[in-house]
């Protein structure tokens, strides 16, 4: 009976890849039932168990799981058992420790030479690779919770083309789910026939790698973003898994604005209308200058849900004040005949070294660089089943595409924009790059997926009628939570005069109180208009929050502007009039619908009627 019962257990060990000893010694966890809950307390007694902690999981009030201590000298597996002959019990388990999941046994991860990788904490016993490197992504940390990306997550790979034959690539390289390969056919009708892997838009034709040295930086940052993990050869990228396409554009000769254009616009359509779930597209390129029709190329992407990484160039220049292109371009802003995005998809990146310095060739900017991440001497994937060591931007930007991959696996309903956010908000602050980008941080690729938003209170401007229908009318303002909360949150509010005058124009309010229910992330915050007859501009005063009731809230935008629109107005006509020719005087009677406070003037002419115009 025993036996059976242990063989039940190291299955289910074996399927979690778990050791026997892997678990707390002398712990249970248990789960109850709901409706049986309150039979725990006498269950655990009647086991002699003591209880360590209770837990409630779905946060009902009600603990539906125990954690217990099985008394001294007492068989485990056996006490787990009886346990699970008790009623209301669902189960008896061990108390499993979650060791580090994935494990890279890539073996220039193992000997210590991908720092870009590393976290300050990499164990040998728990799968690391024993070298640690504070300064390096901390890629293995989301690796070892089991965050190492999803063959359902896409990036391209806008650069030179990528060696899909590459045995630590090839099983990461997107495969066109819509293309029959070599039929000389459009199949999926995107304009490109047989693009299996992407296209190359340097040669125009479905070839992405060509050979020879001209694919080297392209395989090489693909080899960062997404180079198999775990396969025992070779290097692993940030993401094990993901599909990776490859927008060709740069050849021996560099590349067009217009292949580029084109290549951008390639992944946005197969996004867009034939449902490739492409996140992010990395830009290990510059120069060129300001293009007006590239730049709504990556509006039309970010439109598309599509994050744009960009290097931020290696001429250790400033970007705030010599801008660099691609990496300037903002989706904030819109051009001509292309309006901005709702987001800023552009994520600009820095170069660092492995001793948290911003790399010498680095590119920095406080307002136009966002992050930093590993850029010196790294070693990646280069065609012919090859490796080598490259130094770039070019190579930092990788890291972060791999890491929007890694987060979009673990989060597949996140908006671009969230994935922007949590990459940003979650850089771990470094003296080399503070002033010298945005965030001040460097890429950490397990705190991105760890990285909580802050609630954020806002308000929106407004305008209103100062009379409907006569009567006073209201100014509306909505007043945003960014997300649902379990409680209700209340702010203060107070208004204050713009143009108009309180008391005048509109009813102030001195400490008003707000609130969002729980749940809800949005409530409306009236304030009163006073009418009157008027003629005047519109009108403007404040309403400002303050003093939110949670801590856990912050305000954003916490000031919004009432318009008060006019809508008295003087009516100028003129009145029909008839009289005998012989009179020989018509009097037209020209009116104002109320006295006005200045001259008013208005031209007037004749024209014929029924009658002519002349001596007659
Ligand atoms: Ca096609
Ligand atoms: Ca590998």
Redo the contacts with the bound molecule.
């Keep these: 009976m025993v036996s059976s019962v242990r063989k039940l257990f190291v299955e289910n060990l074996e399927i979690r890849n778990l050791l026997a000893a892997d678990f707390v010694p002398g712990e249970l966890v248990i789960q109850y039932d709901a409706d049986l809950a309150p039979l725990m307390m006498v269950t655990n007694q009647q086991m002699g168990a003591e209880v360590l902690q209770e837990i409630d999981p779905v946060g009902q009030g009600a603990a539906t799981v125990a954690r217990v201590r099985v008394p001294v000298g007492k068989d485990l597996m056996s006490i787990a058992q009886e346990y699970q002959k008790m009623p209301g019990v669902l189960s008896a388990e061990p108390n499993y420790i979650l060791k580090k999941a994935a494990v890279s046994n890539d073996p220039f991860y193992a000997s210590g030479q991908l720092w870009g990788m590393y976290s300050n904490d990499s164990p040998v016993a728990f799968g690391g690779s024993g070298t640690t490197n504070t300064f390096g992504s901390g890629a293995e940390e989301a690796w070892g919770n089991n965050f190492v990306g999803s063959s359902q997550v896409v990036v391209a790979v806008i650069d030179e083309g990528i060696d899909t034959n590459h045995p630590d690539l090839q099983p990461n390289i997107w495969v ?1 789910p ?2 029959i390969a070599n039929d000389g056919v ?10 299996v892997n992407g296209w190359d838009f340097f040669n125009n034709d479905n070839t992405v790698y060509d050979g020879g040295s001209g694919d080297t930086h392209g395989t090489h940052v693909a080899g960062t973003i997404g180079a198999v993990g775990g396969n025992g050869i070779g290097v692993a990228g940030v993401a094990w898994n993901v599909k990776m396409i490859s927008a060709k554009f740069l050849g021996p000769t560099g590349g067009s604005i217009s292949a580029a254009i084109q290549a951008v616009d390639y992944l946005t359509n197969l996004k867009v209308n034939h449902g490739v779930n492409i996140v992010a597209t990395n830009n290990s390129w510059g120069g060129g200058g300001y293009s007006s029709a590239l730049h709504a190329a990556i509006i039309r992407a970010a439109n598309a849900g599509i994050l744009f990484v960009a290097a931020a160039g290696n001429s250790s220049l400033n970007n705030d004040t010599t801008a660099n292109y691609p990496s300037n371009y903002s989706t904030l802003v819109g051009v001509s005949g292309t309006p901005a995005a709702s987001y800023e998809a552009v994520i600009a990146v820095a170069s660092t070294t492995s001793t948290g310095g911003l790399s010498s060739f680095s590119n920095y900017g406080a307002t136009q660089v966002d992050i930093g991440a590993p850029g010196s001497s790294i070693l990646s994937t280069l065609p012919g089943n090859t490796y080598g060591t490259y130094s770039g931007t070019s190579m930092a930007t990788p890291h972060v595409t791999g890491a929007i991959a890694v987060y979009a696996a673990a989060k597949p309903n996140a908006s671009a924009a969230a994935i922007r956010e949590a990459i940003l908000g979650s850089a771990v602050p470094t003296t080399s790059l503070a002033g010298k980008t945005l965030t001040g941080g460097r890429l950490s690729v397990l705190d991105a997926i760890n990285y909580v938003r802050t609630p954020t209170i806002s308000i929106s401007s407004a305008s209103g009628s100062e009379s409907v229908n006569g009567a006073n009318g209201v100014i509306d303002f909505r007043v945003t939570l960014s997300e649902p909360l379990g409680q209700d949150i209340s702010v203060n509010y107070n208004t204050s005069n713009g143009t108009a005058t309180s008391g005048v124009d509109y009813t102030s309010v001195s400490n008003g109180i707000l609130t969002i229910p729980a749940g809800s992330t949005q409530a409306t915050l009236r304030v009163n208009l006073i009418n009157d007859t008027l003629v005047e501009p519109n009108e403007t005063f404040f309403v400002t929050l303050s003093g939110v009731s949670s801590s856990a809230v912050v305000l954003g935008s916490s000031q919004a502007t009432g318009t008060i629109l006019n809508e008295d107005s003087t009516q100028l006509s003129i009145s029909d009039v008839a009289a005998l020719e012989s009179s020989g005087t018509f009097r037209f009677t020209v009116s104002l619908s109320r006295p006005s406070a200045s001259n008013v003037t208005v031209r007037v002419a004749t024209a014929n009627g029924t009658a002519k115009s002349g001596k007659t």
């Design positions: 066109n819509g293309e459009d199949n999926d009708g995107n304009g490109r026939i047989d693009d």
